[in-house]
C-alpha cells in the first residue's frame, strides 16, 4: 500500500544549525503538508504546499522555516537556525485531492540540543 | 475560534468493550472529519474520513458526525488489546488545513 515515507527518523542538532527534513509523499498526491507535535501537546499544522508554492501557512511557520520540492518526489523542510523549542516531531502529509483523505508519514523526531 | 476539543483521558476497558471517543468543536465551517490512530512516536494513521453530517461505519469502526451539536464520535466495538493507542479526530473547512484535538489514550486490557 502507497505510504508517505519521511527521513531521517531521528535528527539530532545543535542549537543554530541548520536542517532539512525529508519527505517522500504518496506518488499521486498533489497537496502537501508539514505538521509538528511537540512531546505531550496537539498535533499543529505548519504548512501546506500546491503547484510547487506554499497555499497556507501558520504563524509558527517563520522566517526560519522553508519547503521546497526540489524535483518530482521529494519534499523538504527546513529550518534554517534551530532553537530549543523547535525540537518535536515534524510529520509530513499529503493528500491526492483537494478535501480528501490525508495521510501522515511515520515523523522524524528533531531533538535540539 | 477554531479549537477543537478531545478529552485526553486516559481511558482503560476491558477486551471486548466498546469504546467511545468525542470530540466538540466551535467552527460551523468544518466540514471534513477525520480520526487518526496514533501509537508511541508514530505518525497518525487515518481510521476513518467523513464529509458533513451522518455515519460511516467501517469493520469495527463506526464515526458519527452531528454538526448541529458539533460533536463528532468513534465507536469501537469488540475492542482489541492491539485497539490500545492515542486517537486523534481532526477536521477541516474546505481547502484548509486540519486541526487537531489533543488526543484520547485508550488501553484495552485483556
Known amino acids: 500500500e502507497p505510504e508517505v515515507t519521511q527521513t531521517p527518523s531521528h535528527q539530532v542538532t545543535q542549537m543554530g544549525q541548520e536542517v532539512i527534513l525529508r519527505c517522500v509523499p504518496i506518488?499521486?498526491?498533489?497537496?502537501f503538508y508539514w505538521y509538528r507535535q511537540i512531546l505531550g501537546q496537539k498535533v499543529e499544522f505548519l504548512v501546506s504546499?500546491?503547484?510547487?508554492?506554499?497555499?497556507?501557512k501558520s504563524e509558527i511557520f517563520d522566517d526560519q522555516f522553508s519547503v521546497e520540492r526540489p524535483d518530482g518526489s521529494n519534499f523538504t523542510l527546513k529550518i534554517r537556525s534551530t532553537k530549543l523549542e523547535d525540537s518535536a516531531m515534524y510529520f509530513c502529509?499529503?493528500?491526492?485531492?483537494?478535501?480528501?483523505?490525508?495521510?501522515f508519514g511515520q515523523g522524524t523526531r528533531l531533538t535540539v540540543v | 475560534q477554531k479549537e477543537v476539543e478531545q478529552d485526553p483521558g486516559p481511558l482503560s476497558v476491558p477486551e471486548g468493550a466498546i469504546v467511545s471517543l468525542n470530540c466538540t468543536y466551535s467552527?460551523?465551517?468544518?466540514?471534513?472529519f477525520m480520526w487518526y490512530r496514533q501509537y508511541s512516536r508514530k505518525g497518525p494513521e487515518l481510521l476513518m474520513y467523513?464529509?458533513?453530517?451522518g455515519n460511516k461505519e467501517d469493520g469495527r469502526f463506526t464515526a458519527q458526525v452531528d454538526k448541529s451539536s458539533k460533536y463528532i464520535s468513534l465507536f469501537i466495538r469488540d475492542s482489541q488489546p492491539s485497539d490500545s493507542a492515542t486517537y486523534l479526530c481532526?477536521?477541516?473547512?474546505?481547502?484548509?488545513?486540519?486541526?487537531f484535538g489533543t488526543g484520547t489514550s485508550l488501553t484495552v486490557i485483556p
Open positions: 502529509a499529503s493528500q491526492q485531492e483537494m478535501n480528501t483523505e490525508a495521510f
Open positions: 506518488s499521486n498526491h498533489l497537496y
Open positions: 504546499f500546491y503547484n510547487n508554492e506554499i497555499s497556507e
Open positions: 467552527n460551523s465551517a468544518f466540514q471534513y
Open positions: 467523513t464529509y458533513s453530517s
Open positions: 481532526a477536521m477541516s473547512e474546505p481547502g484548509n488545513q486540519f486541526y
